[in-house]
Structure formats: C-alpha cells, structure tokens
C-alpha cells in the first residue's frame, strides 16, 4: 500500500522536510482547529462510496464509467509513458554490450612481389559500464521512480473525478426528472383551474380578468417543461461522454427522494486526507523534483567509466585467427562549461521549490474542500427539512384557497398565488434535495473516496 511520506509531517505543522536546508521556507500547513465535527454520531460508511447511495443504477453507471471513460485511457496511457521511462532509467544502470562485424578489403604484397587481394572480416563485442560513483544514475532512477508514481496518482485522481461526476451528474439527471413531473403535474392543476375559471365567466359567476389569469398561468406553467426536458437530454449527453458512450438516453433507478442519505462518522480526521490521490501526486513530483536536483549536482563531480572490446581478425592473408582486445578507463570531469552545469542546478532547484509549493497549495485546497463539503452536508440539510415544511404549509395553503374559491368565499387571485407558492416551493427543495446529495459526493471525492470506521479509529489514533 503506498503510503504519503511527507503527509503527517505536514499534517503535524513541520515544515516539509527537504534533503538541503535551502528548502523553501513556509511550506507548513497545519490542519484547522475543530477539525473533527460530529456528524450522525455512530454512523459507519462503506468502502464502496457510491454504492452507499443505494442505487444499483448509479452504482452501475460509475463502474461502467470507470472501465470505458477516455479521461481515465488516457491518464493510464501517461502511466504506461512513466513505466517505460524508468524502465530505460534503470537499464542506464547496467553495462551496455554490443556486437560488430567489420569487413575489410585490401591487397597484400607476397615475399616475390606479386600482389593478392585479401578479404577479412573482424567479428568482435564491446562493453562499456558507467561506475556512477556519485550516485547521478541511481538518482535519475529514483526521480524517474518517483515521476511514475506521480503519473499512477495522477490517474487515481482522474478515476475518482470520473466517478464524482458520474454520481453527481446522477443526481442532477433525477432531480430533472423530478422537475419535469412537478411541472406535468401543476400543467395539469393549471389546466382545470383555467376550466373552471372560464365556465364561471361563461355563467357570469365571475369577470373575464379571472379567465385571463388562468389563461396567462397555464401558459406560463406549459414552458417549464419543454425546458426540464431539453434540459434531461443535455444532462444525458453529458453521462453518456463520461461513460465513453454516443449521446443517448441514460437508465433510471430510485427516485431522487429515496436515493439513501449515507451516514457520516462521527468525526473525520486529518489524517485521512491522506488517501486523496492528488495529494499523493504532488507529494511523489515533490520527490522527483528533489532525485533530479541531486542527479544534476552528482553531474558537476568526476565520472569514471570503463569500455572494453574483444574479437578476432579473419584475414585471407592470414594463416591462423587473431585475437584482440582493448581495456580502459576514463575520467570525465567538467572544467569549464560556461556556467551550463550551474544554471542547470539552479533550474532543478526551482523546480523543486516550485513542486513543494505545490505540494502545500494542494494540501491547503484539500483542507478547503473537505469543510466546503461537511458545510455543504449540513446546511444543505438544513434547507431540504425547512423547504420540506414549507411545501407541506404550501400544498395545505392551495386546499383552503381552491375549496374557498370554489365555494364563491374569495377571489382567484387567492388561489393563484397559493399555486405559485407550491410550485416554488417544491422546485426549491428538488434543488436543495439535489444540493444535499451532491454534497454528500463532494465530501466522498474531497477525502478520497470511501472510508470505513476502521478507518477513522486508525487515523485519529
């Protein structure tokens, strides 16, 4: 399992720990105070987080997702792009051997003067090993190590944005749903109130302005819902691009109020960021960026290599084979370069600066998201229970004033705008129902994803 190296230093209020003491200054983040907030004391999650909602079709819809989405190819493409990398940083570590065969024409001259012709060949393997005496190899390796890890949490992070999307985009397609029956429905409400206005003007029980008010009112409710369905088909389109699809309708399962309310723990520590896979790569390209600083200082020292060559010339002039080798050693050292050897050094320091900034910004931004998250969770709840009520004090409010209306005891104004309240309230808590679950899969994304309460005892201890 790969664990963060630099993580709980950080989480701890160190400074990050770098190999030289010219490390940036101010790369220290500490988490907030109060960080553990009790929510639904007692709940557990599990680890699969998207099928704590509850729904097999979501559930279905993000593991379709993240075997065919093209985000997620890609990003496992860079990682195959990183492997090869190391690999080749690794083969730089051991000796290359070759082989050549050289062929040589020429004329000799015999003990009586009389020229010949002679064809030869010399077949023969060279071999040259670099001792990498200060480490410049064995650095680039580890930096290309570091770089591949980076590049597999790059595509971590990728997957879990995928699936995120994929759950949210879920729930803003049901809440669509719902917006578009809530607006089939109050068509259907406008349209007997449009009847029963015009057959009390037609029977004199009522003025032509009343009439007219209905009239206006259906029509206004009749353009909600070619809007609600223009707008399920783009949400569709869009799961269908994140589940590698062509356009096209997308399945259903439970409806938006009966997708389950996962239960929080009763606190989330800091710890646990850890799990999130952007942290982990700006952590790994941190190490990168300091293997490559130390690989570019290993490249001002000497460098000893040894090269050797054996084989044999086979000359039609010769009676018998001869043998041949060669060994030596070089040492390379840098005398003058023009300054190109310190610039370079002091590019790769940059580089690594820039990284454990980074590094910190991303960990500050993962602080941020988690308590826009837990907020999110809560005071969205907040909102549904309030908006819940007041849709139940709306729909009581529309009976008294259509049992009034009908009874001749108040105008139709009254009951228009009993209607217009209902249909307000229930479209404001279809979005806040929508806010509060896209909250919910805000904060799984924000910690990484599915956690358990084996999980939280381990972390907070």
């Known amino acids: 399992m790969r664990r963060a190296l630099l993580l709980p230093a950080m989480l701890a209020g160190c400074t990050l720990p770098g190999p030289r003491a010219e490390a940036p200054p101010g790369a220290a983040v500490t988490p907030p105070a109060g960080w553990r907030t009790p929510l639904n004391p007692g709940g557990t999650i599990r680890a699969g987080w998207w099928e704590a909602f509850g729904d097999p079709v979501l559930a279905s819809l993000v593991t379709r997702a993240l075997a065919a989405n093209v985000d997620i190819q890609i990003a496992a493409a860079r990682v195959e792009e990183a492997r ?23 004329q000799t001259l015999s003990p009586f003067g009389t020229p010949s012709r002679a064809i030869g060949a010399q077949p023969g393997i060279t071999a040259s090993y670099d001792l990498d005496l200060f480490g410049r190899l064995r650095l680039a390796r580890a930096a290309a190590r570091a770089q591949l890890l980076a590049s597999e949490g790059a595509r971590d992070t990728v997957r879990l944005a995928t699936a995120a999307a994929v759950a949210s985009g879920y729930v803003t397609l049901r809440a669509l749903d719902q917006r578009l029956a809530i607006a089939r429905a109050t068509l259907a409400a406008r349209a007997e109130a449009q009847r029963i206005a015009r057959r009390r003007y037609e029977t004199g ?100 290599a040894l090269t050797g060559s054996a084989g044999l010339v086979l000359s039609t002039a010769l009676a018998n084979p001869v043998g041949v080798f060669t060994l030596g050693a070089s040492i390379l050292a840098p005398l003058f370069d023009g300054g190109r050897l310190a610039a370079q050094e002091d590019a790769a320091a940059a580089r690594r600066d820039q990284a454990a900034f980074g590094y910190r910004r991303a960990a500050l931004q993962a602080f941020r998201e988690v308590d826009d998250a837990l907020d999110g969770v809560r005071r969205t709840g907040e909102q549904a229970d309030d908006l819940a009520r007041q849709t139940a004090a709306a729909q009581g409010a529309l009976q008294n004033a259509s049992n009034r ?19 307000t309230a229930e479209l404001s808590l279809v979005q806040a129902r929508s806010d509060r679950l896209a909250s919910y899969v805000a904060l799984y994304q924000a910690m990484g994803g599915g956690w358990s309460a084996t999980d939280v005892r381990g972390a907070g201890q």
Request: proline share 8%; no cysteine; net charge negative.
């Open 84 to 106: 090869a990398a190391e690999a080749l940083s690794r083969a730089n570590l051991l000796p290359q051997i070759g082989g050549t065969v050289a062929e040589t024409q020429g």
């Open 205 to 304: 029980y009522s003025s032509r302005l009343e009439y007219r008010q209905a009239q206006a009112e259906y029509a206004a409710t009749a353009q909600l819902v070619p809007a609600a369905a223009l707008a399920i088909s783009r949400q569709e389109n869009a799961l269908s691009l994140l589940l590698g699809d062509n356009p096209g309708p997308v399945a259903r399962g439970l409806p938006l109020d009966a997708i389950r309310l996962p239960p929080i723990p009763d606190g989330l520590p800091a710890d646990l960021l850890r799990r999130r896979p952007d942290l982990f790569q700006a952590e790994q390209t941190l190490v990168a960026a300091d293997r490559s600083l130390d690989s570019q200082r290993a490249a001002m020292l000497p460098n000893l």
């Open 405 to 423: 209306y009908r009874a001749g005891y108040s105008a139709y104004i009254e009951q228009l705008d009993a209607q217009r309240s209902l249909l």
